[in-house]
Structure formats: structure tokens, C-alpha cells
């Protein structure tokens, strides 16, 4: 208590004193995040698989949905190493090549975050991963440089699991922090990811290595979290200069002002904290009216532009319900239907669920696409340093994959193009 008290005395007068305290914040030139912007996607369910993004990989294993695994723990464990392992070469290798990357740089956009677990690095004694996803990492790596995207590192998934999502690896598993197992290896990935990719050969290109993604903050201890990320920072520090990313866990906005913070202390620089932003995680946000959902979105664009960290919105999407199949997890519904968690029903998850093109046009046209532009204005607006949408691709949800939101004009082409002007009123 007395010490953060001090500290933030400490911060008020050097704030006061410091003529121009923004400056201490950047060392290195890989990325300006204080003037440039990232218009970015997410490399999602590519190197780490989820059910909603490919379910055909999850049903392929036959029988029926009692058969079906939930993640890619049990996706490796119920086809043994050797037939998992031909199964996601085979994924690895065609579900996202160059010509997306090519298609990216087109649709203007100039920023791949790339989701990685634990497990492409190092495994557990008793994990039934399977490696081989850095090879696709460094492929990727060089199909950016060759076609000016930028990239970030993002540690999607930690050993014991920090969300309890499908999307760390393992569905409902929250025990990151109960172990020093867990820790070790976590520290011992991020060294491996570190010294890596921290070499010059990069440095034109990776410029974020994310700690770890979506730490459940509210069922993880917070102190130990941020001890995590001070240690991370020293972890990638310790190797060079790549900007390091903390993902915001769910905390409300400005909760990290005073973590790795380069007024209390300048041995911090090149620190930005990853926001994403969904409105579907719960009934009362889904049942927002357009105007609302619109107002939330700049909303955030405003409270995070005072943040003292810069930041970019690195995951967000364009849906407005949560159908898209196993969205909430494999054989789950959706709240939207009142198929799930059953708050009531608030509309049909028909043509969402089946991805129905069809479905984008007339008023429904005008809602979409007025929540896409109000989210860009705002993760576009003057202090925000940009966004990644989540995601490149999916099997069917149009929702939530960038390349089929530009083929239903979404997604603005060019991207700076505006249909409901000055939503955001900054
Ligand atoms: C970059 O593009 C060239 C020309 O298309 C291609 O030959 C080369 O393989 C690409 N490099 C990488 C690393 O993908
Ligand atoms: C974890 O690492 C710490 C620091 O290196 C070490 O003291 C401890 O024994 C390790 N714990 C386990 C369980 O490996
Ligand atoms: C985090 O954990 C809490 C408590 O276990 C749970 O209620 C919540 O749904 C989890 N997810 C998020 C995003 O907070
Ligand atoms: C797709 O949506 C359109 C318009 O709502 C509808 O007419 C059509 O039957 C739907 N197609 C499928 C396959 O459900």
C-alpha cells in the first residue's frame, strides 16, 4: 500500500517535471507505435487449432458429436502423436499460405498477429501435443517480409491453461498459476521465442512478442500476473529490443498504467498493451441496439486513447450474435438462440450459423457495417495505435473471418472507405 502510494506520487511529479516524458517510452525502430497504425488480422486457428475457426478438422475424426474433440489437447490425445501429427501437417500447410498473406497486403491491411501454444516449443511430460508449428511460423515469417506485413509474436496458449477457453489448448482448465512447473516452462518458451526472434534477421519484420494471450484475470491472481509480465519483460529484454505485448486480462481500461511503466522506472521501454474487444459474451451485450453497440465501441476508442501504454485493439470482430457454431465451445449453443446458458432467446442464429452470405444485406447490411466502421474509426483514432481483426479466415462463420466480410463489403474496400461518416463524433 505505502509503496504504491509513493510510487504514484512519484509518477504525478515526474509527470509534472519531465519535459517530455512519451519519449523515454520508445528506444528501438521496428515499429513507431506512438505515430504509425497497424491495420492488422489474426493468423487464427492456424498453429493452434479451434473448433468455431475449422469444426471440419474436430468432426473429421468421425462418429458423432459425443466422438468429437473439444480442443487441441484432446484433438492430439484421441489420434495418438503420429496420426495428429499427419492430420495438422496437412492443416499447417494449407490453411494459411503465402497467397493469404498476398491477399492481406492487397485488402491494404499491414499486421499479422500469430497465435502459438507452449507446445510448438516445449512440451510437458505427459502432453499429447505435437510439434512442428514453428517451422510454419518461420515460413510465415517470410512471407510477410515479403509482403510488408509486420507481425507479432502471440503466446496463445501457457502449460495448465490461463482462461479455461479452447483457444489456450485445453477447454476448462485454469491452473497456470498453481504450479511452478507451469511457470518454468512458460519462462523457458518465452526464452526460446526470445532469443529467436529477437536477432536482426527479424528485425524488419517481428516487432511483438505477446506474454501470454487472454489471462483470465478474473479467476487468476492478479500480483503473480503482473510478477509474470515483469519477468517476462526482462525474459525478452534480456535478448534485444522486440516490443513486448501484455494483453490487458480483462481488466478495465488504464488498469496497467503503472506495470512496466517507464516513469517509475526507465529501464521499461517498448511496452504496449494488447486490448480485444467482443460484445457477445454475454446476454445483455447481445442485446444491445445497433446505436449502443456503436457507442460502446468509440467509447473505448476514447478511454484507451488516455491510456499511458500504447495500445492496439488486438483481437476484435464484427459479429453481433454469437452463432457461429461452437463459437462458445464444441457442443455448445448460443445465447443468442437461448440454446445455451439460457437467459432467453433474443433472435435466430439461422443463416449465422451455416454462414449464409445471403444474410448480409438490407437493414441487416446497414448494421454490420456501421459497427465495423465505428470500430475502426475508434481503433483507428488519433492515440490508439491500430488493430488485428479476429480473424484471417473460418470455415463458415461470415462474422467473425475478415476475407469473407470484404467479399459481403463489410469489411470497407479500401479500408479507409466510410458509408455512415463520423459515427464516433471524435
Ligand atoms: C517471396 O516471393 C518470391 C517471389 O514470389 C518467392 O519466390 C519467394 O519464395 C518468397 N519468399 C518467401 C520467404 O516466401
Ligand atoms: C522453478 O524455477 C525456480 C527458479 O529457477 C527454481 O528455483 C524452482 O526449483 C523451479 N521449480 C520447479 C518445480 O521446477
Ligand atoms: C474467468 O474466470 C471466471 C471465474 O472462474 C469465470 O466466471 C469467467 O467466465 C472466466 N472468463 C473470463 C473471460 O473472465
Ligand atoms: C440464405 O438466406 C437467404 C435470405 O435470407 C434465404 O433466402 C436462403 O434460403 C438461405 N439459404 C440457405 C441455404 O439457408
Same mark, same amino acid.
Request: aromatic residues 14%.
Given at each position: 500500500m505505502k509503496i504504491s502510494t509513493i510510487c504514484s506520487l512519484a509518477v504525478s511529479l515526474l509527470s509534472v517535471v519531465s519535459a517530455a516524458p512519451l519519449q523515454l517510452k520508445k528506444r528501438n525502430s521496428r515499429w513507431d507505435y506512438q505515430n504509425d497504425?497497424?491495420?492488422?488480422?489474426?493468423?487464427?486457428?492456424?498453429l493452434l487449432l479451434e473448433p468455431f475457426i475449422t469444426p471440419s478438422i474436430f468432426t473429421d475424426v468421425g462418429g458423432d458429436e459425443s466422438n468429437?474433440?473439444?480442443?487441441?489437447?484432446?484433438?492430439?490425445?484421441?489420434?495418438?502423436?503420429?496420426?495428429?501429427?499427419?492430420?495438422?501437417?496437412?492443416?499447417?500447410?494449407t490453411w494459411i499460405t503465402e497467397d493469404d498473406f498476398a491477399k492481406m497486403a492487397e485488402y491494404g491491411l499491414n499486421f499479422v498477429r500469430i497465435p502459438i501454444g507452449y507446445w510448438a516449443f516445449e512440451l510437458l511430460d505427459d502432453d499429447p501435443y505435437v510439434q512442428g508449428q514453428v517451422e510454419y511460423l518461420d515460413k510465415a515469417i517470410g512471407w510477410a517480409k515479403n509482403n510488408s506485413l509486420k507481425i507479432w509474436i502471440d503466446l496463445h496458449g501457457v502449460p495448465g491453461g490461463q482462461?479455461?477457453?479452447?483457444?489456450?489448448?485445453?477447454?476448462d482448465q485454469l491452473n497456470w498459476q498453481s504450479s511452478d512447473v507451469y511457470l518454468n516452462l512458460t519462462a523457458k518458451v518465452?526464452?526460446?521465442?526470445?532469443?529467436?526472434?529477437?536477432?536482426? !534477421? #527479424?528485425? *524488419? =519484420? &517481428?516487432?511483438?512478442?505477446?506474454?501470454?494471450?487472454?489471462?483470465?484475470?478474473?479467476? +487468476?491472481?492478479?500480483?503473480?500476473?503482473?510478477?509474470?509480465?515483469?519477468?517476462?519483460?526482462?525474459?525478452?529484454?534480456?535478448?534485444?529490443?522486440?516490443?513486448?505485448?501484455?494483453?490487458?486480462?480483462f481488466r478495465p481500461d488504464h488498469y496497467w498504467d503503472n506495470t512496466l511503466n517507464t516513469?517509475?522506472?526507465? !529501464? #521499461?521501454? *517498448? =511496452? &504496449?498493451?494488447?486490448?480485444?474487444?467482443?460484445?457477445?459474451?454475454?446476454?445483455?451485450? +447481445?442485446?444491445?441496439?445497433?446505436?449502443?453497440?456503436?457507442?460502446?465501441?468509440?467509447?473505448?476508442?476514447?478511454?484507451?486513447?488516455?491510456?499511458?501504454?500504447?495500445?492496439?485493439?488486438?483481437?476484435?470482430?464484427?459479429a453481433l450474435t454469437d452463432c457461429a457454431r461452437w463459437l462458445n465451445g464444441l457442443g455448445r449453443g448460443a445465447r443468442y438462440d437461448n440454446t445455451y446458458q439460457g437467459a432467453?432467446?433474443?433472435?435466430?442464429?439461422?443463416g449465422y450459423y451455416i454462414g449464409n452470405k445471403s444474410v448480409f444485406s438490407g437493414e441487416t447490411w446497414n448494421n454490420y457495417r456501421k459497427f465495423v466502421e465505428a470500430q475502426?474509426?475508434?481503433?483507428?483514432?488519433?492515440?490508439?495505435?491500430?488493430?488485428?481483426?479476429?480473424?484471417?479466415?473460418t470455415e463458415t462463420s461470415i462474422e467473425w473471418s475478415f476475407s469473407k466480410l470484404v467479399e459481403v463489403n463489410v469489411i470497407p474496400q479500401p479500408l479507409s472507405d466510410r458509408q455512415f461518416s463520423n459515427q464516433c463524433g471524435y
Open positions: 497504425k497497424l491495420y492488422g488480422v489474426n493468423a487464427g486457428g492456424w468429437w474433440p473439444v480442443d487441441e489437447y484432446h484433438y492430439t490425445k484421441q489420434l495418438g502423436k503420429e496420426e495428429a501429427s499427419e492430420k495438422l501437417q496437412e492443416h499447417w500447410s482462461n479455461g477457453f479452447d483457444n489456450s489448448g485445453i477447454r518465452l526464452n526460446d521465442i526470445a532469443s529467436k526472434y529477437s536477432s536482426s !534477421d #527479424y528485425d *524488419d =519484420v &517481428v516487432i511483438g512478442i505477446e506474454l501470454v494471450n487472454e489471462p483470465n484475470g478474473s479467476a +487468476l491472481d492478479l500480483n503473480k500476473l503482473a510478477e509474470y509480465y515483469n519477468e517476462g519483460y526482462e525474459i525478452v529484454r534480456e535478448y534485444g529490443d522486440v516490443p513486448v505485448i501484455i494483453q490487458d486480462g516513469e517509475e522506472n526507465p !529501464d #521499461y521501454w *517498448d =511496452v &504496449v498493451v494488447d486490448h480485444h474487444h467482443y460484445q457477445v459474451f454475454s446476454h445483455d451485450e +447481445l442485446t444491445r441496439s445497433i446505436d449502443e453497440h456503436v457507442s460502446v465501441a468509440c467509447g473505448l476508442g476514447t478511454s484507451e486513447g488516455a491510456e499511458y501504454h500504447w495500445n492496439i485493439i488486438g483481437e476484435w470482430s464484427a432467453g432467446y433474443i433472435g435466430s442464429c439461422d475502426l474509426d475508434a481503433y483507428e483514432q488519433s492515440k490508439v495505435g491500430g488493430w488485428a481483426f479476429w480473424t484471417w479466415k
